[in-house]
Nanobody
Framework: VQLQASGGGLVQAGGSLRLSCAATGRIFETDAMGWFRQAPGKEREFVAAVRWSDNYTYYRDSVSVRARFTISRDNAKNTVYLQMNSLEPEDTAVYYC???????????????WGPGTQVTVSS
């Protein structure tokens, strides 16, 4: 499975971005995709995941993330999105998408990872 993330960039605080992650290859080996992020000097952290089959979504245990970020998927395009609103400088990070079995994705143990896309939020 190959993953390609896009949609990152530089945005002012309060702005929005929508990240996309397109999957190709043996997608049938996966049943979920997720988004992760890694800020400078910090460990990578889980953001959100969605299951292909039933659109079940799961978010990081963060009031801030749950209130501002929305994960969605388009099965026809094998693409997952992360809509990010009211962005804050603390959201600055490299955002990665990952795919695999649902439990492995939410536990940051997914077998397939994309190369990441930079999101920079200026104050």
């Amino acid at each position: 499975v190959q993953l390609q993330a896009s949609g990152g960039g530089l945005v002012q605080a309060g702005g929005s971005l929508r990240l996309s992650c397109a999957a190709t290859g043996r997608i049938f080996e996966t049943d979920a995709m997720g988004w992760f992020r890694q800020a400078p000097g910090k460990e990578r952290e889980f953001v959100a995941a969605v299951r292909w089959s039933d659109n079940y979504t799961y978010y990081r245990d963060s009031v801030s993330v749950r209130a501002r970020f929305t994960i969605s998927r388009d099965n026809a395009k094998n693409t997952v999105y992360l809509q990010m609103n009211s962005l804050e400088p603390e959201d600055t990070a490299v955002y990665y998408c990952a795919a695999g079995e649902y439990r492995r994705v939410v536990m940051s143990a997914a077998p397939y990872w994309g190369p990441g896309t930079q999101v920079t939020v200026s104050s």
